[in-house]
């Protein structure tokens, strides 16, 4: 784009330019990722799904799993088809359900956290704070740090207070996703991300059908 147009458009910031830009660009990402989803083997979409919940124990949000799916229905279908020996499918699909995994952990990734969420933390702690801190301990086989568990805490917390909500005694997808923030968090703050990113999934080992 010319000076003129930035100046006539932007009123000369070449900076809210460049946001706008980029804005734009992520629009198109974002309907390219939802036109992948719609055409790119879309009988494939369930199988797709099942599998990437059976070994994370959870499904993300749809935000989350739109831009992983199509290759992962592609996976499927290169093993239906004899291309892929069960050895690859599996290491693939693994390595790249792990992607999703990392993706959904994007928003937690800070060092620490502000001393105004800890204090929110305990000032909100009544009435769900303890029964969210039991569940997780009860799966979890101990009790985590505070600066590992506050996110999947709080957000533990939201549920139980939600209308006509009730986690049986058995483990729940929920508490596949709570224990899945806790455990990503503890690798992040001990060995980094990268460790983090490689790190094992909680759910079902796959078995191959």
């Known amino acids: ?3 003129k147009l930035i100046d006539e458009l932007f009123d000369g910031n070449a900076t809210s330019y460049a946001e706008a830009l980029a804005e ?4 198109a ?17 369930n199988k797709a799904q099942n599998l990437i919940e059976q070994r994370m124990g959870y ?5 989350i799993i739109l831009p992983h799916e199509p290759f992962i229905r592609a996976l499927i279908h290169s093993y239906q088809q004899g291309q892929l020996t ?8 693994e390595e790249h359900i792990k992607l999703i995994r990392n993706a959904d952990m994007e928003h937690n990734l800070c ?3 502000a001393p105004e969420i800890y ?19 009860h799966f979890l086989g ?22 006509n909500f009730y986690l049986p005694n058995e483990i729940t997808a929920i508490d596949f996703k709570v224990l899945t923030l806790i455990r990503y968090r503890e690798i992040l703050l001990e060995y980094g991300q990268a460790t983090a990113n490689a790190s094992p999934l909680l759910g079902l080992k796959f078995i191959i059908t």
């Open 86 to 93: 069960s050895e690859d499918y599996l290491l693939q699909m």
């Open 142 to 163: 101990y009790e985590p740090k505070l600066e590992h568990s506050l996110a999947a805490e709080m957000w533990l917390r939201k549920m139980f207070a939600m209308d």
């Open 111 to 113: 060092k620490t956290y």
């Open 1 to 3: 784009m010319s000076q």
């Open 59 to 63: 499904l993300p949000a749809q935000r």
């Open 29 to 45: 990402i974002q309907w390219k990722t939802l036109e992948n989803a719609v055409t790119i083997l879309p009988h494939l979409e």
């Open 119 to 137: 204090e929110n933390y305990l000032k909100t702690f009544t009435p769900y704070g303890q029964q969210a801190k039991d569940r997780i301990i």
């Open 24 to 27: 734009c660009h992520r629009e």
